[in-house]
């Protein structure tokens, strides 16, 4: 969108048109859309291996009679896979 705006320049008052974009444009919700699209995948890749890990092995723990085995054992490759889930979301990034 265009306007036209008047502007000194030196004594004389001279008109131009200057481009202005809307304060919402597409590009803007776009970019919000893309962060916030990443923030969740982000917040879901280091909550949910983890957290399912432990449920998880404290359930098979409890089936096999195995106390802390399993639950750890599940655990560490949760964390694992997490390091590695971040080291490709940030790769993916830049």
Do not use: C, H, W
Not at 23 to 38: H, Q
Not at 41 to 57: D, T
Request: no cysteine; aromatic share 8%; hydrophobic share 45%.
């Amino acid at each position: 969108m265009k306007r036209k705006i008047l502007q000194f320049e030196g004594k004389i008052l001279a008109e131009r048109e200057v481009e202005v974009k809307p304060k919402n444009s597409r590009e803007e919700k776009e970019r919000f859309y893309k962060t916030l699209s990443l923030s969740l995948n982000l917040g879901g890749s280091i909550v949910l291996p983890i957290a399912g890990g432990a449920l998880l092995g404290s359930y098979l723990d409890s089936i096999f009679a195995s106390s802390p085995i399993v639950t750890l054992t599940l655990l560490l490759i949760g964390v694992i896979f997490v390091f590695y889930r971040i080291l490709r979301l940030t790769q993916d990034i830049s």
